[in-house]
């Protein structure tokens, strides 16, 4: 796990279990604004793709990229990568509102497109990704990592579909994250460029409520957002909330932040809760708090059990193997893009309806 206490380019370890032979699936690598680029392409490389090339206009970020990536060959121009025939996906992480149109030229270039989240920052550009995707039958796929990067998320998944806690009812999100001033690009305090709190976090909580329910859609029925201890940065939302209802009956409540404080160990202590019919989840994705004992916590309690699961290198991280596949196979088993693009517009729904609190 590098950079527990920086948020913006934290990367969990990658856990290998390749898919695919070496060089049988290269990729390559867009846009680097965003330090989640690392997470991403480490955990391609361990399910067996072949990191090939990475262009981005700015040189210090491609040398820092490419140090931890000796092997990458550096483009000359983003057009040297999409003409590149034997690259399958690109990657990016570009700043959020310029992600859209990137994965747009993407699959105008006939590879799919892996973007970090938010996937965009407003619904026109919602529509515009839709349409591509249809014109093209490229792949628009979503990095979102705090259910498909984190091992205890995915464990609850596995719990959930066999049962453990009966019908889903509630999911309760809180996703605080270490604002760290100093090190944040001038974009993150940019509205039209990062897309607002509820835009950027809350697309994961958006994505763990869907797919938790097991739902197909959702209504938001409440959002708020504040600038409530950063009034320097005017247009920076630090604080955000939304409820959501899903079409088949289950809550959804998530709360979003940028107040972890500085003593604690981990840039944010995200947690999510799970009520069922029959039992609770509870997720310590990142920390259990006042200890030592890392990543990787679940907390069940049903008609016959209470565990404390500790899951920290023993489940993995599916997705990413499953997404190489489904670019190779042209199949849908690492998510739908109905479900991708689902996520995305509760966020923006939310973030536009949101009540300003301060």
Not at 94 to 121: H, Q, S, W
Not at 176 to 181: A, C, E, Q, V
Not at 191 to 200: A, P, S
Request: with cysteine; charged share 25%.
């Amino acid at each position: 796990m590098k950079n527990a206490a920086d948020g913006m380019n934290f990367s969990p370890a990658a856990i290998p279990k390749p898919v695919v032979e070496p060089g049988e699936f290269k990729f390559a690598a867009i846009g680097l604004d965003h330090g989640h680029i690392y997470g991403m392409c480490e955990a391609l490389i361990g399910a067996g793709g072949t990191l090939s090339r990475v262009y981005d206009g700015n040189e210090q970020r491609l040398d820092a990229f490419c140090e931890s990536f000796p092997n990458v060959k550096r483009a000359r121009s983003e057009n040297e990568v999409l003409d590149d025939r034997e690259i399958k996906l690109v990657a990016g992480a570009a700043i959020p509102n310029e992600r859209c149109a990137l994965g747009i030229r993407v699959m105008d270039a006939g590879k799919d497109y892996f973007t970090d989240k938010a996937p965009m920052t407003t619904l026109e550009q919602l529509e515009d990704a839709k349409k591509a995707v249809k014109r093209t039958n490229q792949k628009y796929a979503v990095y979102y990592s705090e259910r498909l990067h984190t091992e205890t998320g995915v464990f609850a998944g596995q719990l959930i579909k066999e049962g453990a806690i009966g019908k889903v009812l509630q999911i309760i999100g809180l996703g605080p994250h270490r604002l760290n001033i100093p090190s944040r690009p001038d974009w993150f305090f940019n509205f039209e460029q990062y897309g607002g709190i509820i835009c950027d976090i809350g697309s994961h909580q958006c994505e763990q409520i869907l797919y938790y329910a097991d739902a197909k859609n959702a209504e938001v029925t409440r959002s708020q957002v504040a600038n409530y201890n950063n009034p320097q940065y005017p247009e920076l939302e630090d604080f955000g909330e939304a409820m959501l209802v899903c079409d088949n009956g289950t809550s959804g409540y998530f709360r979003i932040d940028w107040f972890t404080p500085a003593g604690l160990q981990m840039w944010g202590d995200g947690r999510t809760f799970i009520l069922g019919s029959e039992g609770f989840i509870e997720m310590r994705k990142f920390m259990n708090i006042g200890t030592n004992d890392g990543a990787g916590h679940l907390f069940l309690a049903n008609g016959t059990e209470e565990t404390h699961y500790n899951v920290l290198g023993k489940v993995g991280y599916p997705y990413f193997g499953e997404l190489i596949l489904d670019c190779l196979n042209r199949t849908e088993k690492a998510m739908t893009q109905e479900h991708a693009f689902k996520a995305a517009e509760l966020c923006l729904t939310a973030q536009k309806m949101a009540v300003r609190l301060k």
